[in-house]
Nanobody, 115 residues
Framework: QVQLVESGGGLVQPGGSLRLSCAAS????????MGWYRQAPGKQRELVAT???????KYSDSVKGRFTISRENAENRAYLHMNTLKPEDTAVYFC?????????WGQGTQVTVSS
């Protein structure tokens, strides 16, 4: 059974940094694309960044230049490095593992940016 577990969220001041981690188990991690999404209260879940099985990355305009997505296939992990955090980055961040019609989601980790 595939499981995705996010960690690394928390409370940080504006301008600060966090690193989110997504640990995958139960499948061959390297063949899947990975993504980070977020959902703020009262809003729809939105794409933050994706990284393909081959390492190609994409970012939403709102985080480009501030966030970096990466993956470590040997560890079955994906990461989201978040710098220069803003209050509007506050949300629950979800990890997604996907390939063709197969999609798995983690349960999310809360990120709160506030002074």
């Amino acid at each position: 059974q595939v499981q995705l577990v996010e960690s690394g969220g928390g409370l940080v001041q504006p301008g600060g940094s966090l690193r989110l981690s997504c640990a995958a188990s139960g499948s061959i991690f390297s063949i899947y694309h990975m993504g980070w999404y977020r959902q703020a209260p009262g809003k729809q879940r939105e794409l933050v960044a994706t990284i393909s099985s081959g390492g190609v990355t994409k970012y939403s305009d709102s985080v480009k230049g501030r966030f970096t997505i990466s993956r470590e296939n040997a560890e079955n992990r994906a990461y989201l490095h978040m710098n220069t955090l803003k209050p509007e980055d506050t949300a629950v961040y979800f990890c997604k593992m996907f390939a063709q019609t197969i999609i798995y989601w983690g349960q999310g980790t809360q990120v709160t940016v506030s002074s």
